[in-house]
Antibody, heavy 121, light 111 residues
Framework: QLQLQESGPGLVKPSETLSLTCTVS??????????WGWIRQPPGKGLEWIGS???????YYNPSLKSRVTISVDTSKNQFSLKLSSVTAADTAVYYC?????????????WGQGTLVTVSS | QSALTQPPSASGSPGQSVTISCTGT?????????VSWYQQHPGKAPKLMIY???KRPSGVPHRFSGSKSGNTASLTVSGLQAEDEADYYC???????????FGGGTKLTVL
């Protein structure tokens, strides 16, 4: 059973870069033909797909965030990461890492517990 | 504004059935049979309930079913139970430009 766990600062200053890491356990991040994704949820609001990375390294981003997002994978640590630059208060949200059980970019079977990131000075 | 449109709320009494709609366009819901539904209880991560329009992951009760007609997908919960009270989100594959889009969510209340 795959398990995902987000980690990173809970507070980021406006205009700085938000950085989060997702640690995968119960399976190898590089052994499956799989996507690894980031999804966020502002307080009291709905879900927004941020982007995904294929195990081979190919990346796919939400067009509305593409200019500010970088997703990367570190196979040696079985982790993948999210960087979101030039953050504003609108980026305050619970950030989830998630992945499917099959090679489907749009399906998320496994989720981390989520981590709240607040953008404030 | 979310890419997919869901009603903000839905409700039903225990034992009844309720259907939640998810309306997209011919570029997402209407174009692909890749609609998923997620259940989210307060303070918890979403849980996949339906994938590929109508398939249930292992462990999801048969009371949950999905369907699609044109640009609108639907989630039906039959035999409502108290534990079904939650927020429900639909999502769809949206092609090689937008990839994944979500609905705004529907709060299901069991009366």
């Amino acid at each position: 059973q795959l398990q995902l766990q987000e980690s990173g600062p809970g507070l980021v200053k406006p205009s700085e870069t938000l950085s989060l890491t997702c640690t995968v356990s119960g399976g190898s991040i590089s052994s499956n033909s799989n996507y690894w994704g980031w999804i966020r949820q502002p307080p009291g609001k709905g879900l927004e797909w941020i982007g995904s990375i294929y195990y081979s390294g190919s990346t796919y981003y939400n067009p509305s965030l593409k200019s500010r997002v970088t997703i990367s994978v570190d196979t040696s640590k079985n982790q993948f990461s999210l960087k979101l630059s030039s953050v504003t208060a609108a980026d305050t949200a619970v950030y989830y890492c998630a992945s499917p059980s099959v090679a489907a970019i749009d399906q998320f079977d496994y989720w981390g517990q989520g981590t709240l990131v607040t953008v404030s000075s | 504004q979310s890419a997919l449109t869901q009603p903000p709320s839905a409700s039903g009494s225990p034992g009844q059935s309720v259907t939640i709609s998810c309306t997209g366009t011919s570029s997402d819901v209407g174009a692909y049979n890749y609609v998923s539904w997620y259940q989210q209880h307060p303070g918890k991560a979403p849980k996949l309930m339906i994938y590929e329009v109508s398939k249930r992951p292992s462990g999801v009760p048969h009371r949950f079913s999905g369907s699609k007609s044109g640009n609108t997908a639907s989630l039906t919960v039959s035999g409502l139970q108290a534990e079904d009270e939650a927020d429900y989100y639909c999502s769809s594959y949206a092609g090689s430009n937008n990839f994944v889009v979500f609905g705004g969510g529907t709060k299901l209340t069991v009366l």
